[in-house]
T-cell receptor, first 110, second 116 residues
Framework: EDQVTQSPEALRLQEGESSSLNCSYTVSGLRGLFWYRQDPGKGPEFLFTLYSAGEEKEKERLKATLTKKESFLHITAPKPEDSATYLCAVQTGGYQKVTFGTGTKLQVIP | DAGVTQSPTHLIKTRGQHVTLRCSPISGHKSVSWYQQVLGQGPQFIFQYYEKEERGRGNFPDRFSARQFPNYSSELNVNALLLGDSALYLC???????????????FGPGTRLLVL
C-alpha cells in the first residue's frame, strides 16, 4: 500500500528564517508527486507537480525538489502569509487515486 | 475563470439521514474526484469519475456513491449517515485529456458536513 509521511508535523519559524519540509514516500510506480497549500477550512491550493527524480520547481519563496524516495519543499525567507498547512501527495496507478500525507503545519511569526 | 465550485458550503445532518453534495469542475475539465478530509488529516480518496464512468474507488463503504453528469458536474451521495462521516468533503477536477494519468488536480473549497 502506498505510504506518504510528512515531517515535521508542525514548524514554527521567525519571519525570514529559511527551512525545509520533508515528504518521504513508499509507493510502487510513482506517476507524480504534488505539493499543495491549505488554509484552515479551505480546499488545498495547488503549488507544484514533480514527475521524476532530480526535478526541481520554484515559485516565489518556495522550491520543490524530488528524489527517488522523498521530496523537499524549501521555504526561503518566509513571511507570515506563508503560514498554512503544506500537503504532499503521490499519484500511482492508471487512474487518479492520489494518496496524501497528513501535512506540515507551518507558522511564520513576524 | 471560475475554479471548482461546490455546494452547499456547510451542512448539518442527523445520524441515519442521507446527503447529496454537488461539484462543478473547472470549465473544460472532464475528470472529477472526491475526497474526505477529517480534521487534522490529509484528504482521503473516495472516487474518480471520467467521462461519466467510475474510474477508481477508495476504501469507503457502499453507503458512499457518486455520479457524473453529461456537463461533467458531479454529485456525491452518502446514505445512512454516521457520526464519523463528519468531515470536509472536497471535489477536485483535472483536464482528463489522458484519463487523469499524471494530471494535476485542482480542488474546490469543500463542503463542511456535520453529523449530529
Amino acid at each position: 500500500e502506498d505510504q506518504v509521511t510528512q515531517s515535521p508535523e508542525a514548524l514554527r519559524l521567525q519571519e525570514g528564517e529559511s527551512s525545509s519540509l520533508n515528504c518521504s514516500y513508499t509507493v510502487s510506480g510513482l506517476r507524480g508527486l504534488f505539493w499543495y497549500r491549505q488554509d484552515p477550512g479551505k480546499g488545498p491550493e495547488f503549488l507544484f507537480t514533480l514527475y521524476s527524480a532530480g526535478e526541481e520547481k520554484e515559485k516565489e519563496r518556495l522550491k520543490a525538489t524530488l528524489t527517488k524516495k522523498e521530496s523537499f519543499l524549501h521555504i526561503t525567507a518566509p513571511k507570515p502569509e506563508d503560514s498554512a498547512t503544506y500537503l504532499c501527495a503521490v499519484q500511482t496507478g492508471g487512474y487518479q487515486k492520489v494518496t496524501f500525507g497528513t501535512g506540515t503545519k507551518l507558522q511564520v511569526i513576524p | 475563470d471560475a475554479g471548482v465550485t461546490q455546494s452547499p458550503t456547510h451542512l448539518i445532518k442527523t445520524r441515519g439521514q442521507h446527503v447529496t453534495l454537488r461539484c462543478s469542475p473547472i470549465s473544460g475539465h472532464k475528470s472529477v474526484s472526491w475526497y474526505q478530509q477529517v480534521l487534522g488529516q490529509g484528504p482521503q480518496f473516495i472516487f474518480q469519475y471520467y467521462e461519466k464512468e467510475e474510474r477508481g474507488r477508495g476504501n469507503f463503504p457502499d453507503r458512499f456513491s457518486a455520479r457524473q453528469f453529461p456537463n461533467y458536474s458531479s454529485e456525491l451521495n452518502v446514505n445512512a449517515l454516521l457520526l464519523g462521516d463528519s468531515a470536509l468533503y472536497l471535489c477536485a477536477s483535472s483536464p482528463g485529456t489522458s484519463g487523469g494519468y499524471q494530471e494535476t488536480q485542482y480542488f474546490g473549497p469543500g463542503t463542511r458536513l456535520l453529523v449530529l
